[in-house]
């Protein structure tokens, strides 16, 4: 009986100890997936330095300068983007977020956008600005909400959560979002984008009756 405990402590300790191992190699290897969580409202703090990080002392604005806040983390990752950025969001209001898509579209960045048909068009909508600029947005199609709030950024770094890019949703609201690159989950929202972008195409209605949306696309989210 004894024996039986002791065998039966020992593969426990095996299996814990195995676990343990396996953790430390993961934290020992080179190029670690990033995983990251961030809770909104935000601080407020400057991010002019996220856009001129050749001169970040010169802002003389009255917001904290240098600090750190789950905007500022949520900036720089958009700016990471270097070849592309897919971008569906149900809210687009927020006048930083649309600066740095702005300025990652003037490097040479593929923005792709798929918005809300209606909340495209409410006052303070960045969705014009970006469209005027050049970047290729599309809206939703049918009568349901867009309601989506997710990034990729090169195909390699997937941003969502409950988080509109609205200034409310960033400085009032209680707001998440996960930031990760594990290929599990990352290729999905790929998979979701490229489904979206195309479903949305307004060439695939523009002379057809008969592709109307389907009724199952009517109903609206209450
Ligand atoms: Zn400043």
Known sequence: MW??????????ALSLSLE??????????????LNEVLFFPSDLACVEHLFSPSSPRSCLCSLPHGVE??????????????????LCVFAFSNMDLCRAILALH???VIIRVVTDKDYAAITGS?????????????CGVGSVYM????????HRLLVTGSLNWTLTAVQSNMENILITEEPQLVQPFI??????????????????????????????EL
Request: glycine share 6%; aromatic share 6%.
């Open 126 to 138: 960045q969705i014009g600005i970006l469209r005027k600029s050049g970047i290729c947005v599309r």
């Open 147 to 154: 309601h989506h709030k997710f990034v990729v950024v090169d």
């Open 20 to 33: 343990l191992l396996v953790r430390f190699l993961r934290r020992l290897r080179p190029g670690r997936i």
């Open 3 to 12: 024996s039986v405990k002791v065998v039966g402590l020992g593969v426990v």
């Open 69 to 86: 806040t789950s905007f500022s983390r949520l900036l720089r990752h958009i700016l990471s983007a270097t070849s592309s950025l897919d």
């Open 106 to 108: 003037s490097k040479g």
């Open 191 to 220: 998979k979701e984008f490229h489904r979206l972008w195309v479903h949305s195409d307004p060439a695939r209605y523009l002379h057809s009756s008969d592709q109307k949306p389907a009724q199952s696309e009517l109903r609206r």
